[in-house]
């Protein structure tokens, strides 16, 4: 199992937010690179960066950011928010993102997922961001129409690498992951599935591991609290 430390990034800086409100974002880093730097020292495998203003903007902001992350560390990263076209996926990859992360445009052109998946193999993750078992689009701040396994479930044998199922509704609550809902999904479609969303101590990252079929975990605020000890947590994971 492996755990990616997250690095949410708005007007430049490290933040938190809380169930993806914008207005209630706390800061706990203003170098988003000496902060991967720290994750990658620790024995990170991965990192979870998401363009917080990029998700509501429909296109990158916190580009120097990213770019800065990827100039200092060697793991691999994972990025999502804002990628909505081919040229925006081919500069990233370019860049040296191992992997985007499609959310909104998972539900409003789902086609132009599978032709991602068929343009870059391996390197195209779905952002399923689930509010009250719906799924959430631009930057969590729209909701939809669409049940996650109903999405999910589109992009069978597409090619897709991962799907991120993030609760938004305990994102940032410190108030436990839901490993129960992320494995219901990761049982109804063969795409390895991470769970996101509320992580709050290494009881979290048990019940993630114990479920048996998820593929990870991402955590963020209870690594910044100091609620959980990150190298306790991947030990824990490589067991």
């Given amino acids: ?13 490290c933040v938190r937010l809380f169930k993806g409100d914008m207005d209630a974002a706390t800061i706990f880093s203003d170098n988003p690179a000496a902060q991967a730097k720290e994750f990658e020292d620790a024995g ?18 916190n580009a120097a950011a990213v770019e800065a992350i990827l100039g200092t560390v060697k793991i691999p990263v994972q990025l999502g928010g804002g990628i909505r076209d081919i040229a925006t996926m081919d500069r990233w990859l370019d860049a040296g993102i191992s992997r985007l992360i499609l959310g ?13 998946c068929r343009l870059f193999p391996g390197k195209v993750a779905v952002g399923i961001d689930a509010k009250g078992g719906m799924v959430a689009v631009e930057g969590w701040a729209e909701a939809s129409e669409v049940e996650v396994a109903e999405l999910a479930v589109q992009f069978e044998d597409a090619g897709v690498a991962a799907i991120i199922h993030t609760d938004i509704d305990r994102d940032g609550t410190l108030t436990g992951v839901n490993a129960e809902a992320s494995s219901a999904l990761a049982n109804a479609v063969s795409i390895p599935v991470i769970a996101s969303g509320g992580v709050k101590d290494m009881d979290d990252i048990t019940r993630v591991k114990t479920a048996g079929n998820l ?3 991402v955590t963020g605020r209870a690594i910044y609290d100091g609620r959980l000890d990150l190298k306790a947590a991947l030990e824990l994971a490589k067991c």
């Fill in 104 to 116: 909104t445009l998972a539900v409003k052109n789902p086609a132009l997922v599978k032709e991602a």
């Fill in 1 to 13: 199992m492996t755990v990616y430390p997250a690095i949410d990034l708005k007007d430049g800086n």
């Fill in 44 to 61: 990170c495998t991965w990192l979870h960066l998401v363009d917080l203003n990029g998700a509501f903007a429909g296109a990158p902001v």
């Fill in 215 to 217: 593929e990870g975990v």
